[in-house]
């Protein structure tokens, strides 16, 4: 059983994903960086950058900053620890997210969690790529239904 | 015999030496800077990225003037025809470096209606819901192909060198398509039906339709109607009462994504090359934005809306607040697209940011 957040939760999602090569591939290509930024109750942030390269997620990181994010086209999503646990909970409850917890229901109102861009120059164009690859990265998180998570706090 | 006409007594000829053994072969040795090729393929496969190699990877400032569809870095022989419709044939024009790439994710992003949705998890809805769906669906299934058609207005006349461009609008063209019977089909699946028609809907497309050219058409289009039903995809995902509605905007979320990244580096591209023509911009967003600013506040276009994220007719207040949030961020990710494009309209900007509580 892996403890949210990890290098090792977010490595056991790209795992499922790099083990379903053909579902991953009938959904399309992905070229970002996925950068969860996560608040605790104790006001400590834990920040990991999720390397989106074609049909997988290349690489798994712990960044120590944001200004130490790596990778092309990065994106934060950002929220309070207790939005995330929420959300894992009701991916694992219901095989998946239910309707008020896909990642688009969550960020639209950039409440329980909000998109901001890391490249100033290229802004909303990294952002509207989440938007592009949106059906990619829920199933991505959705894998979250089969597994084993321990929470932090 | 009947008697043939000079074209074909000329084919005749032609194959009649063939069979004597008397060949041409003239076009193995056409071309010579081209030959040697090898285009390597990318992790992705090979992509049209990755065949822009050597001579096949120049992009013209300005299109060949033989004005055929001869391929770009193709031999082609004097006197081969023109076809006398190419006149869009600058690179500023229609050029955007992202061309290829979202090209080849639509590609690869493909979808169908009918195998994609899962059609059987609708379920009965209440009669206002199902209402507020249906006329959501009727106004999207209206709109949507104007990014069919208006691409479609303008492709046959770019000229070949920048198949890149064209390619992606054809995408785009089939993706409209998809967009237009997803939610034909979706009203018409669940009790409901077709709704009421929009006249502010039609003014906004008359003012697309009729752009006077195509970059002021591409950024009336791409970025500022595609951009705000990117928003109200958005949305309809966040409300959607069931998964076949989520799934359904979610996947024309990411089709309409691609459309506006186009639209935005298209405009960085066109208005590096030609600033001098930043006022043809502006003038079409200063009718544009109004056009679209009236048509969101429509009974037709905002009620339902209101419904669906009140909960019902008679939550439609609690539904305003609960979308007060939505004009703001569609505003706001408007400008920020064509600031990244080079464009600062903040001060210029026909909507509010924000409407009165």
């Keep these: ?153 | 015999m009947s008697r043939v006409s000079p074209t074909i007594e000329g084919a005749l000829d032609r194959l009649s030496m063939m069979r004597d053994g008397k060949f041409d072969l003239s076009w193995m040795h056409a071309n010579p800077g081209g030959w040697g090729t090898r285009a390597q393929p990318s992790p992705l496969g090979l992509t049209l990225s990755d065949i822009n190699v050597g001579p096949y990877g120049e992009i013209p400032a300005r299109g060949a003037a033989h004005g055929s569809m001869a391929p770009r870095g193709s031999e082609v022989p004097p006197g081969t025809p023109a076809l006398g419709s190419y006149d869009v044939d600058e690179r500023a024009v229609v050029w955007a470096d992202n061309a290829a790439e979202l090209y080849e994710e639509a590609v690869a992003r493909q979808w169908s209606s009918a195998r994609d949705i899962p059609w059987e998890r609708l379920e009965p809805l209440p009669d206002d819901i199902e209402r507020a769906v249906c006329q959501l669906c009727t106004q999207l299934t209206e709109v949507e192909f104007i990014a069919g058609d208006l691409p479609a207005k303008w492709l046959w006349r770019i000229n070949h060198d920048f198949h890149e461009v064209k390619l992606f609008l054809a995408s785009q063209i089939f993706d409209e398509a998809r967009h237009m019977d997803v939610f034909r089909k979706r009203a018409l699946a669940n009790g409901g039906g077709l709704l009421q028609a929009s006249p502010g809907a039609e003014e906004l497309l008359r003012i697309i339709i009729e752009a006077p050219s195509y970059t002021v058409a591409s950024a009336l289009m791409h970025i500022l109607a595609e951009g705000f039903v990117l928003t109200l995809f958005r949305h309809g995902e966040f409300l959607a009462p069931t998964p076949v509605e989520k799934r359904i905007f979610r996947l024309c979320m990411q089709d309409e994504a691609r459309h506006v990244g186009y639209g935005t580096l298209h405009l960085r591209h066109f208005l590096r090359a030609c600033p001098e023509r930043t006022a043809e911009i502006h003038d079409i967003l200063d009718r544009g934005e109004e056009a679209i600013f009236g048509l969101g506040a429509e009974p037709a276009s905002i009620e339902p809306r209101l419904i669906l994220a009140g909960g019902g007719v008679d939550r439609m207040q609690e539904g305003m607040l609960r979308t007060a949030f939505l004009h703001h961020k569609q505003v706001e990710e408007y400008l920020h697209r064509l600031r990244v494009a080079g464009l600062d309209r903040r001060d210029r900007c026909k909507i509010p940011l924000e409407l009165p509580q």
């Design chain 1, 1 to 153: 059983m892996d403890e949210f957040p990890s290098v090792a939760w977010f490595q056991r999602l790209a795992e499922r994903m790099a083990a379903q090569p053909e579902k991953y591939r009938r959904l399309g290509p992905i070229d970002m960086t996925l950068v969860p930024r996560i608040v605790f109750p104790d006001g400590h942030v834990e920040l990991y950058a999720l390397a989106f390269r074609g049909h997988t997620c290349a690489s798994v990181e712990q960044p120590a900053s944001l200004a130490a994010v790596r990778g092309p086209h990065p994106v934060v999503i950002e929220g309070d620890y207790a939005a995330w646990r929420d959300m894992i909970e009701s991916i694992r409850r219901h095989g998946g997210a239910d309707l008020n917890h896909t990642l688009n229901a969550l960020t639209l109102p950039d409440w329980p969690l909000r998109l901001a861009p890391l490249d100033e120059r290229e802004g909303q164009l990294d952002v509207d790529r989440f938007y592009r690859y949106a059906e990619s990265l829920q199933q991505f998180f959705d894998e979250a239904a089969a597994v084993e998570t321990r929470f932090a706090a």
